[in-house]
């Protein structure tokens, strides 16, 4: 049905995997619901594939579901539990991801973030889009992404991942 | 930090992305792929003509010696001595499936969904009334008007859906809010946000088992399959609850109850107005071990601790539980949704260490549900005709898991499914008799050779179901792929196999199916793409009676009011009905054929997005582009009528209508932007209720 075929959704798969792996992980900092986001993502991409303008819009069109998926996604057990990000255990469970200290320590500041910050930050810094760009994915005013991310920079600066060596946020 | 510091930092804590599961993903895109081909819904309204003389004897005209295997008499069910007996059973069924990271099969966990436990629930959120206009706050006074219904497998037995409507109040069930509609003078009454909990399920796939939806019970909405968005490892096992929320002011639904399930809400269904839930419980998850490292004897080491954790486990973690709270909170009631007494299992060796399970529940009462039965097995597929209600393990798992393969020796712990041998899935059933709410008895359970689509390609009439089996491994179109249908006589702890009819298409795929009187028509894809009629006259000896080889397929057929049969199928890139004339089943006839733009029709997903008003001759089919095209169905014809859009309204592309429900003399069409109400003589719109 229009054109789609096994070739086609394998290297959609194989070609956007590892951004929106990367993605979810800082989104939702647990390796294991980072992996269901992106295949979810990749599915819906899928199902959607016929209503893309262009093959092209295919990779951002995962984006912007995994983006829009991961911000429902609530973790009651970080809300209940809140640690020091250097004492976050490692995923249990069948998981052959391996992260470092640094990472999982990273990423737990991270996920200690209210997730509107969260996105804003990892939006831009890791995504590097613009102001305008981070905007519209999020659907905010740009000048709520900049004090989002104003206040994500604090917040991240207090937990004492981000060394305050100047330099603005 | 400077911005560039930041970037690397997050750069690097996002790390190696390693590699996807390609051939997985691929594996469930095909499923849902062939789901997509294969969403056939019908009602059994029609009269049955009564059945001949049977005879019972061994292997009949048309049934073959080779092919997937089926039984003879099998089905009888029992008990269990105690709760210990009970314990020992499922603990040895799941031993098998213990592995270094608990339980293994494709190495995925299959509890993907988890919350809080059932005691510990959340009070519900506070109701909200948002009156989109000045309307008076009290109901509607005026009678109710004619109105459509949900397109329901059988008729007269209502099935969960995301609108409902009594003629008098629309309900729209959408992002986890509850909108209540005055559906005399369209206008928005008043919501009620059902928070997280009434958010679509996490990989928000339509028409899985567990998507909310909606019965609608006189003046209460009950509202199934709620979840909550939290995906935890080690957890038990998800947590499903049932909201009931009054609506006898319509301005402000107020949540009266809540049933918090610990387990998979497979499906409900309103029976003489109450609510049956069929209820599905994993193996528990544990607080499993995983190896040290990556050598054999850790992986060992782990396997063994894991299997004590297995043979530590109590009854407890087993048996599913719920919690009955009010609207406030309030404990109602909290226990076992099934006792150890309450669970039985097929006298013949089965595997799979599941629970499945019907029990009846009364929204008006404050008493926690009753008369439950539950059978060790699985099943997320649910069909209910008279006083049966059967559950399957159809090959639409429904949800992101629904792909597991089943196929290649190993257990799947998804479902329970047992792998077939040489690549044939196996499709568990099992029966209940549902006729005394107060007291579900069993009727039979076992498991066949070979793959059931959707509730469709089950059939019970005058004592008999059939069914149509699909073997030859899991991808549609190899070689070896075919139908099969076969026939059980249905008796209270037996099933009797009384006819077979194999290959049927062989190399082809089955797409839909609808049962109407003693005969069955079946669409099948890939080489042929044939119509077949079955004449089930004589159960014993089910017959082909006519071929009809057609260019597309059809993914949904119906029945006209002037009994013709509609077909409605996915084509290039649009829909294409195809209205056949069945009067003389040795010769069904193409009578006519069209072709709808709009990049095909949501009908394949779901086949509660149609609507086909028999009185009016009306067929409407919301469309990939967001329109919904309405289409004449006359005798012997097809003709285009009109197109309802909702695009002149503020909305994101993304929003398709996915419903349309007609009450007195207007259509309305419902996306997530809103609802459209148009006039069906000549559809302008008469109200735009946006959300």
């Known amino acids: 049905m229009g054109g789609r075929d096994d070739e086609a959704f394998k290297r959609l798969v194989t070609s956007t995997w590892p951004a929106l792996v ?25 199902e959607h594939w016929p209503r893309l303008r262009a093959p092209e819009a295919a990779s951002a069109y ?36 391996v992260a470092t200290p640094t990472q999982l320590m990273v990423r737990g500041a991270l996920a200690l973030l209210p997730y509107d910050q969260r996105a804003a ?49 | 930090m400077s911005d560039e510091e930041l970037r690397t930092l997050l750069e690097d804590a996002a790390g190696d992305p390693g590699r996807p599961d390609v051939n997985g993903l691929l594996h469930v895109m095909r499923r849902r792929r062939a789901r997509r081909r294969v969403a056939f819904r019908g009602t059994t309204a029609v009269a049955l003509a009564t059945v001949g003389a ?26 269990y001595s105690s709760c210990d007996a009970l314990l020992t059973d499922l603990q040895a069924r799941a031993m098998p499936l213990v592995g270094p990271y608990g339980y293994s099969g494709n190495g995925q966990t299959f509890s993907s969904l988890s919350g809080s436990s059932v005691q510990g629930l959340s009070r519900p959120a506070a109701p909200s009334s948002a009156a989109a206009s000045a309307g008076p706050a009290a109901a509607p006074a005026e009678a109710p008007l004619a109105h459509s219904s949900t397109t329901d497998r059988t008729r007269g037995v209502d099935e969960p859906d995301i609108t409902k409507t009594d003629g008098r109040l629309f309900l729209s069930l959408r992002g986890g809010v509850l909108r209540v509609y005055d559906a005399v003078h369209p206008a928005l009454l008043g919501s009620v946000t059902l928070g997280d909990k009434g958010a679509p399920n996490y990989n928000g796939h339509a028409g899985g088992p567990t998507t909310p939806g909606l019965l609608l019970d006189r003046s209460r909405a009950v509202v199934t399959g709620l979840t909550p968005l939290v995906i935890r490892q080690n957890d038990s096992r998800g947590t499903t609850t049932t909201a009931v929320v009054d609506l006898g002011n319509p301005a402000h639904p107020t949540v009266t109850r809540e049933l918090a399930i610990d387990g998979d809400l497979v499906d409900a269904r309103l029976i003489d107005d109450l609510p049956r839930l069929v209820v599905h419980a994993a193996p528990p998850e544990l607080r499993w071990f995983s190896p040290a490292d990556g050598s054999a004897a850790a992986q060992a080491e782990a396997t063994d601790r894991n299997k004590q954790l297995l043979r530590a486990s109590t009854i407890a973690d087993w048996l599913p539980t719920y919690a009955l709270t009010d609207g406030s909170g309030r404990d109602l009631g909290h226990g076992r949704l099934f006792d150890c007494d309450a669970v039985e299992r097929d006298t013949a060796p089965s595997d799979g260490a599941d629970l499945v399970g019907v029990t009846a529940f009364d929204p008006a009462s404050l008493a926690a549900p009753t008369g439950g039965l539950a059978v060790v097995g699985a099943g997320n597929t649910a069909y209910a005709v008279g006083e049966h209600l059967w559950i399957a393990t159809g090959r639409l798992g429904g949800g992101f898991l629904g792909g597991v393969n089943c196929s290649q020796g190993t257990f799947c712990p998804a479902s329970g499914i047992p792998s077939g041998t040489q690549g044939v899935p196996s499709t568990q059933l099992h029966g209940f008799d549902i006729s005394d709410p107060a007291h579900t008895s069993e009727l039979a359970s076992t498991t066949l050779a070979g793959g059931l689509e959707s509730d469709a390609s089950l059939n019970e009439a005058n004592g008999v179901l059939s069914v149509l089996l699909s073997s030859g491994g899991p991808e549609p179109g190899q070689s070896t792929q075919e139908t099969t249908l076969v026939d059980l006589r249905v008796a209270h702890g037996s099933l009797t196999q009384l006819g077979t009819l194999a290959h049927l298409s062989p190399g082809d795929t089955l797409q839909s199916a609808r049962w109407i009187g003693n005969l069955a028509y079946l669409v099948t894809f890939k080489a042929i793409d044939p119509l077949l009629l079955i004449d089930l006259s004589n ?24 009994g013709r049969l509609l077909g409605i199928g996915n084509a290039g890139n649009g829909t294409a009905l195809k209205l056949y004339g069945v009067d003389d089943p040795d010769s069904p006839a193409l009578l006519a054929t069209t072709k709808l733009a709009g990049g095909g029709s949501t009908v394949e997903n779901d086949p509660h997005t149609l609507l086909y008003w028999r009185a009016g001759r009306l067929l409407f089919l919301p469309s990939y582009d967001g329109k919904v095209r309405v289409t004449t169905i006359g005798r012997d014809t097809l003709t285009p009528a009109f197109t309802l859009t909702q ?45």
């Open chain 1, 22 to 46: 990367r993605l979810g992980r800082l989104l939702v900092a647990d390796n294991h619901a980072a992996e269901d986001l992106a295949q979810t993502a990749l599915l819906k991409t899928w």
């Open chain 1, 62 to 97: 995962a984006r912007t579901t995994l983006i829009r998926d991961a911000s429902r996604f609530r973790d009651k057990r970080r809300r209940e539990d809140r640690r020091e990000p250097a004492t976050l255990p490692e995923p249990e469970g069948d998981d052959p991801h």
């Open chain 1, 121 to 169: 930050l990892v939006l831009r810094y890791l995504l590097d889009l613009s102001e305008a760009e981070t905007a519209k994915l999020l659907g905010v005013p740009p000048g709520t992404v900049k004090s989002r991310c104003a206040r994500a920079g604090v917040a991240l600066r207090a937990s004492g991942v981000l060394l305050p060596q100047g330099g603005r946020l």
């Open chain 2, 54 to 79: 049977l005879a019972l004897t061994g292997p009949l005209s048309g049934a073959t010696a080779s092919g997937p295997t089926h039984l003879k008499t099998v089905g009888a069910l029992t008990t």
């Open chain 2, 539 to 562: 159960p014993a000896t089910p017959v082909v009676r006519a071929t009809l080889p057609s260019a597309d397929t059809s993914t949904y057929l119906l029945q006209s009011d002037t």
């Open chain 2, 647 to 691: 695009a002149a309204h503020p909305g994101r592309a993304s929003d398709h209508v996915d419903r349309a429900v007609l009450i007195g003399n207007d259509a309305w069409t419902v996306s997530d932007r809103g609802v459209l109400v148009s006039n069906l003589a000549g559809g302008a719109d008469v109200a735009w209720l946006p959300s």
